[in-house]
């Protein structure tokens, strides 16, 4: 299992990197053909990440696509795919699983500005979160946690086949936008890789929205994560105190998400 950094910057597209997309993908085999292939899962469609998602995919082959909440820069780059799906190349394909909140689907016909009913059905098969759902895509099963925003949001644990041994099974968690809550907690527990938003510091007094890097870290530390790479970060902020903040909690291997950037899951622990 891989993950590779599409989008990273927190709230807003930014001058290094689109908006919040991560696509995780494991091999497995397809039921309906007896052969293997790849299996390829977005976590969010932020601004300008459905045109970067096509430097690491053919969009026709996404499988799956986890919203982790409603907000523009985590969902709004899904009416490209739907586009794509209805318009473009990907017009006839299967639709795309789409896993998020309660409302996912009239969140994204208020983005489309549709004022005509649209079930996305040629496109889209919705599928509504609730905290602990299990879904599975391929190889890969994948388990919402309840997370603790401005709005409802989940974050999701993956776990699949490492890519060196596929008789070992690997693990991520990826936390969506929150605070500090236990079903995060709970849902990072133990995994190779936490992939976390920092979206404030700690000058940044409001509580129930983001982690700052001292609750990051200490998040990490707490669920006994194998690495820690941090995500969502504004781009105003200046990362050395991001950093200076996360390795007050946390001790462990620590990388800043990048744009392209590919990390196979679990190879620090084999």
Same mark, same amino acid.
């Given at each position: 299992?891989?993950?590779?950094?599409?989008?990273?910057?927190?709230?807003?597209?930014?001058?290094?990197?689109?908006?919040?997309?991560?696509?995780?993908? $494991?091999?497995?085999?397809?039921?309906?053909?007896?052969?293997?292939?790849?299996?390829?899962?977005?976590?969010?469609?932020?601004?300008?990440?459905?045109?970067?998602?096509?430097?690491?995919?053919?969009?026709?082959?996404?499988?799956?696509?986890?919203?982790?909440?409603?907000? $523009?820069?985590?969902?709004?780059?899904?009416?490209?795919?739907?586009?794509?799906?209805?318009?473009?190349? %990907?017009?006839?394909?299967?639709?795309?699983?789409?896993?998020?909140?309660?409302?996912?689907?009239?969140?994204?016909?208020?983005?489309?500005?549709?004022?005509?009913?649209?079930?996305?059905?040629?496109?889209?098969?919705?599928?509504?979160?609730?905290?602990?759902?299990?879904?599975?895509?391929?190889?890969?099963?994948?388990?919402?946690?309840?997370?603790?925003?401005?709005?409802?949001?989940?974050?999701?644990?993956?776990?699949?086949?490492?890519?060196?041994?596929?008789?070992?099974?690997?693990?991520?968690?990826?936390?969506?936008?929150?605070?500090?809550?236990?079903?995060?907690?709970?849902?990072?527990?133990?995994?190779?890789?936490?992939?976390?938003?920092?979206?404030?510091?700690?000058?940044?007094?409001?509580?129930?929205?983001?982690?700052? %890097?001292?609750?990051?870290?200490?998040?990490?530390?707490?669920?006994?994560?194998?690495?820690?790479?941090?995500?969502?970060?504004?781009?105003?902020?200046?990362?050395?105190?991001?950093?200076?903040?996360?390795?007050?909690?946390?001790?462990?291997?620590?990388?800043?998400?990048?744009?392209?950037?590919?990390?196979?899951? %679990?190879?620090?622990?084999?």
């Amino acid at each position: 299992m891989r993950l590779t950094i599409i989008g990273c910057t927190g709230s807003m597209s930014g001058p290094a990197s689109p908006a919040s997309c991560y696509l995780v993908q $494991a091999t497995g085999v397809d039921p309906a053909t007896g052969a293997r292939r790849v299996y390829s899962v977005a976590l969010d469609l932020g601004p300008g990440s459905f045109g970067a998602l096509w430097r690491h995919l053919d969009p026709r082959d996404l499988d799956a696509v986890h919203v982790s909440h409603g907000h $523009a820069d985590h969902i709004g780059d899904i009416i490209s795919l739907q586009v794509h799906r209805r318009w473009g190349p %990907g017009r006839g394909a299967a639709p795309v699983l789409v896993a998020g909140p309660a409302g996912t689907a009239e969140r994204v016909r208020q983005i489309d500005g549709t004022t005509e009913p649209d079930g996305y059905e040629d496109e889209f098969s919705f599928l509504t979160l609730v905290d602990s759902t299990v879904y599975e895509v391929g190889p890969m099963r994948l388990t919402a946690a309840a997370g603790r925003h401005s709005v409802e949001s989940y974050g999701v644990r993956i776990e699949g086949p490492d890519e060196a041994d596929p008789s070992r099974t690997v693990s991520m968690f990826y936390t969506g936008d929150t605070d500090e809550a236990e079903s995060i907690v709970r849902g990072a527990r133990g995994v190779d890789l936490l992939l976390s938003e920092v979206g404030f510091t700690c000058a940044d007094a409001a509580e129930g929205i983001h982690m700052n %890097g001292v609750r990051a870290g200490s998040l990490a530390a707490r669920a006994g994560a194998g690495r820690l790479v941090a995500t969502h970060i504004q781009p105003w902020t200046d990362r050395a105190v991001v950093e200076a903040e996360l390795r007050s909690a946390w001790s462990g291997p620590l990388d800043f998400a990048q744009s392209g950037q590919v990390y196979e899951v %679990g190879a620090g622990r084999r």
